[in-house]
């Protein structure tokens, strides 16, 4: 495979993504969109980068501001989900292609009813009801919630991150007749879900690993680079994200895409040209097809998390064995909870400056205040912080806010800021060492160039400016 930066010297960027159409806006808070179907030009573009000005692009085309695409995956084994030679879906994330990510981006939009929105998303013919009898099976196997609550978990999933691909926004879909339209609506869900698990067939992790010889066993450990080694030399040929639970064990992998074209048009009922399996009653896209669409790309934002090595990869249990600390599985019509309210980085708390002094942190110096500035004379201020992952028992990740906005560390100037203008929520972590203190892309330590002094604000950053900080603090977490 052509690494990613040839392949984008061969894409004709520039002429295929300038169109004269108006430009698509995020539907954030029930904003309407602005973009109108328009055909795409032949070849389609990749997204991320993207070269043209932002008010020049098709988005209905290719995937902006979102295009940087994760297709997520778990390994649970307390308790154990899937099966045992599996690993399950997570979700598809269209990250933006700056750094951080975007969400919730259509309430519009939202539903509960995953099953009954792809049953309505293709005609009542005999052959797409066997197709979407197949996606529902396929995904009741292999994308399951940690609490049994599957369909709230796929609801989540398009809720958060699938109303934020541009591509998919009903404007960009071609007008049809009104009976046309009433048997085929909710193609943009149809089309989520189609190439999600699409996707996932193409990306065996289980196989990945065996073929370098990495099997789950009680009584082995694995090093970080053997496991990106086993990547590597696989066809996705690109760095993944891994992440390990706070225990050492392996339990997610974030693989990482660019994707050529929209993602439109996946299934027979609604494409006059598909490009679906060689039998015509199956649902899912072929590899081939799936392999031009997804392009590998190396990963952006939170990098692996796992320790260098001692990293554990457990078994799953066998339907005959118990499971260790097994949960009772519910089908509750509610959302799971996250967490308990007394684990750090959950709900309201104050976020304290500790100023290290030979590798140790020393006494509080300090606090963030609204806007993300260290100020060591006031009051903190309190942040809200929320899980990002919908099921508990997996990796921490999570967003935070003032009172004033959403926080985030600004990707051009690495400065850790709170700010309305912002158009992205970030994404942090806690550390590996102790979870009360703060983490971005796995690195607990911040910069500054000073101490604050009486009533004075100074900046915070995610590096050291190339030495020109020579400060460096931790951000530790005090719930209220």
Not at 31 to 37: D, E, F, G, R
Not at 129 to 141: G, K
Not at 227 to 247: D, I, M, W, Y
Request: charged fraction near 15%; aromatic fraction near 8%; proline fraction near 8%.
């Amino acid at each position: 495979m052509l690494p990613l930066s040839q392949l984008l010297s061969q894409i004709p960027i520039l002429s295929s993504l300038l169109t004269p159409q108006t430009p698509f806006q995020h539907t954030n808070n029930n904003i309407p969109v602005t973009n109108v179907h328009h055909a795409c030009p032949n070849p389609p573009s990749l997204s991320c980068p993207t070269s043209p000005p932002a008010d020049s692009i098709n988005t209905c085309c290719v995937n902006h501001p979102s295009g940087h695409f994760l297709q997520t995956q778990f390994w649970d084994t307390s308790p154990s989900l899937g099966p045992n030679t599996s690993w399950t879906i997570h979700g598809l994330w269209p990250d933006l292609c700056s750094g951080g990510f975007d969400q919730f981006c259509d309430a519009a939009r939202s539903h509960s009813d995953i099953r009954g929105v792809l049953s309505r998303a293709l005609n009542d013919s005999a052959s797409d009801a066997q197709s979407v009898h197949e996606l529902l099976d396929f995904m009741s196997t292999y994308w399951l919630a940690y609490d049994g609550n599957d369909e709230n978990f796929w609801s989540h999933e398009w809720n958060k991150h699938g109303t934020c691909i541009s591509t998919l926004e009903p404007s960009c879909y071609p007008e049809r007749d009104s009976s046309t339209v009433m048997r085929h609506h909710h193609l943009d869900v149809l089309d989520y879900f189609v190439h999600t698990t699409s996707l996932y067939r193409t990306l065996d992790t289980f196989s990945i690993l065996a073929e370098a010889g990495i099997l789950p066993a009680h009584d082995k450990r694995y090093t970080l680079t053997e496991l990106e080694g086993a990547v590597s030399s696989s066809k996705h040929g690109q760095p993944v994200t891994f992440r390990c639970n706070h225990r050492g064990e392996l339990n997610e992998v974030w693989f990482h895409f660019s994707v050529m074209g929209s993602l439109r048009n996946s299934t027979p009922s609604h494409s006059a040209s598909s490009t679906i399996n060689n039998s015509d009653t199956s649902i899912f896209l072929n590899a081939t097809t799936v392999r031009k669409h997804f392009i590998p790309a190396p990963p952006d934002g939170i990098l692996s998390n796992c320790p260098r090595q001692g990293i554990k990869y457990l078994p799953k249990h066998s339907p005959s064995d118990p499971p260790a600390h097994s949960p009772t599985r519910t089908h509750s019509s509610t959302a799971p909870s996250s967490t308990s309210t007394s684990a750090p980085f959950t709900g309201k708390g104050d976020l304290e400056i500790h100023v290290l002094s030979d590798q140790s942190p020393s006494e509080r110096k300090g606090c963030l205040i609204r806007h993300g500035e260290w100020y060591a004379s006031g009051s903190c201020a309190t942040f809200r912080s929320k899980r990002d992952v919908v099921d508990p028992g997996h990796a921490p990740l999570f967003s935070l806010s003032s009172s004033y906005s959403p926080c985030l560390v600004n990707p051009t100037t690495a400065k850790f800021e709170c700010t309305k203008a912002a158009s992205v929520q970030g994404i942090f972590s806690s550390s590996v060492e102790d979870e009360h203190v703060l983490a971005y892309r796995n690195q607990s330590i911040f910069y500054t160039d000073k101490i604050p002094g009486r009533f004075e604000k100074v900046d915070l950053y995610a590096n050291d400016g190339d030495g020109q900080r020579d400060i460096q603090v931790e951000i530790h977490w005090v719930a209220v």
